[in-house]
Structure formats: C-alpha cells, structure tokens
C-alpha cells in the first residue's frame, strides 16, 4: 500500500499548481517575508500553521497569499484535538476547510494528539492511551476531517514523555491501522521519534524499521532542548527553538536512503532567528533529498535497479 497524496484540484485553480515532490521546506514566518522576497537562492516550500489564519482578512492573509504565488504550501494544524474525548469543534472544522479550499496546498496535515477536554484548551499536543476505544475515535474524528476538506489528510507521529498504561498496541501499530481504516497518510516527524526514543529507552531506528514508511507523505524535522528528569534520566523536549540536533539528521539520512527524497519540512517556531538560518537548515535537508533522489526512480517510493 502507497500512501495517496493526488489532490483533487478544482477547475479553475486561485494560485500556480507547484510541485513539493523532493523539496525541502520551511516554517513560515511573516517577519521573513521581505527578506524571502528578495532572496533568489530558495527553492523549497513553506509551512504555515492553519490557527494563524482563521480570521477573514488582515496583514496575515496578505503575506500568505504572496507567498502562495511563489511557493507550494504545506498547511499543519495544531488545535484539531483529533484524540480529543470531545467531539470535532465544528466551526474550528469548518474554517480549517476553508484554507484548504482557499489557499489549494499541496500538503494538509494534522496532529495524533489532543489538546481540548469540554471547555478547556491546553497548550501541548498530549498523548493517547493506545487501546481499541481510542482508535475507533481517532479514526471517526480523522475520517471526519478528511470529509470536510475532500482529500487525505497526514497524520503526524507524536513526540511523547509519559507511557499509559492501558496501551494495547504499540504506537506504530496505531498508527498503520489507523491509516489503513481511514486511508490517510502519514507525515514522519523524526525529530519527535528521537526524543520519544530516548525519553522511553527505545531504539529510534527500532521504531522506523517497524514504522509504515510507505504511507509516508511528508516529513517533519525540528529542534529539542535536552534536561535531565528527577532521576538524572535524559529527557528531550521537543521546543522547536533550535537547530535540527546531529542524530535527527542522521536518523533523516537514513529514512531518505530507504524511501526516497519525501518532500520535508524543517519546524522552527520559538525564539525564531533570521531568515537565513531557517534557509541553511532547509537547504541541509535539501542536500540530502538530492544525494539519495538519484537512487529512486521518478514517481516511485522504491529503490531502483542498478
């Protein structure tokens, strides 16, 4: 099974149909916008967070569009609270579909996580418990996401800190039945599977080599800031504010190597630096999407025959 990543494009498209296939990307940031505009050298895509542009209108709506005519877009959204015990908040819903429908990216994705409880909104992504119940959940609340915005959307693998308990399955199992149930694809954050890894006492590679990398449609790669727990126990916080870590490369390296040049995002969203250093970090990534794209034949998820 291959993960579906066709989007069924209107008629009449608003902005250009740009590839994101073996591109590395970035997190945008309307700060950067007059430096992007004048900065020849960057050829990737941009990742925006859907919360940022559920008002009608205004200045975020305007850097947007400019960069929506120059760039393919990646749209993440982060307050879905998929594996929330609460229903789907409807509006919430709504206007995520609504940036689908008006902004066309090219990829849309969404978190394995919840962060609401009645009225309460929190400001992590928390984990799940990985039973039976939980999975006919997430699964009608993926489902119903993917029917408001017509089309699959990528879920992402969590970075976690606690174990539960309960869990009958084990998180990549979840998750390949998970996509399976509701034909989504998956978007591999691997910087959030080198700190569960190390937060749990896993092996990172272990978990990839049990990961369905085949339904993945997108990659994720970030920072993490590195305490110790009451124990002295290493322990990895997925912060966002820093460069991607010298492991997180290596366990990318590795993925690419056995999938293939998946288009990529680099996350940077606290204490964010100048342009050009999130421009350094996508074109690393870049780098290794190129080494390894000649392995694989175009349009295929598999290495090609010497």
């Known amino acids: ?9 209107p008629s009449r498209l608003r902005f250009p149909d740009r590839p994101v296939a073996g591109r590395a990307g970035a997190s945008f940031k309307p700060e950067h916008l007059p430096e992007i505009d004048t900065d020849p050298s960057f050829h990737g895509f941009f990742e925006v967070h859907a919360e940022n542009y559920m008002g009608a209108g205004g200045p975020p709506h305007a850097a947007l569009v400019a960069i929506r005519q120059r760039f393919p877009v990646s749209l993440h959204g982060v307050t879905m609270s998929i594996g929330g015990p609460e229903p789907l908040d409807r509006t919430h819903l709504a206007r995520f579909a609504t940036l689908v429908d008006r902004y066309e990216p090219a990829l849309v994705s969404e978190h394995l996580a919840w962060s609401t409880h009645e009225d309460v909104f929190f400001s992590d992504l928390l984990p799940l418990p990985y039973t039976r119940q939980t999975l006919d959940h997430v699964c009608a609340h993926v489902s119903q996401v993917q029917d408001a915005i017509g089309r699959p959307i990528l879920m ?18 979840f998750i390949r039945e998970m996509a399976q149930r509701t ?6 954050d691997v910087n959030n599977v080198f700190v569960s890894a190390t937060n749990h006492g896993f092996g990172a590679l272990d978990y990839l080599m049990d990961f369905p990398l085949d339904l993945v449609g997108e990659i994720h790669l970030a920072g993490h800031d590195e305490q110790a727990d009451d124990e002295g126990r290493p322990l990895l916080i997925d912060t966002h504010d820093r460069a991607v870590a010298d492991p997180v490369w290596a366990l990318y390296d590795t ?13 940077w969203d ?17 780098r290794i999407l190129d080494l390894h794209a000649d392995r694989y034949l175009l349009g295929k998820r598999h290495a090609a025959v010497s």
Do not use: H, K
């Open 183 to 188: 034909g989504c694809g998956l978007l591999l």
């Open 270 to 286: 606290n204490d964010v630096p100048d342009w050009s250093v999130l421009r350094d970090e996508a074109n690393a990534a870049q």
């Open 255 to 267: 993925v690419i190597r056995q999938c293939g040049p998946i288009p990529t995002l680099v996350e």
């Open 1 to 9: 099974m291959t993960v579906e990543t066709t989007v069924r494009r």
């Open 156 to 173: 992402e693998n969590p970075a976690t800190y606690v174990f539960f308990p309960q869990s009958t399955y084990a998180e990549t199992d």
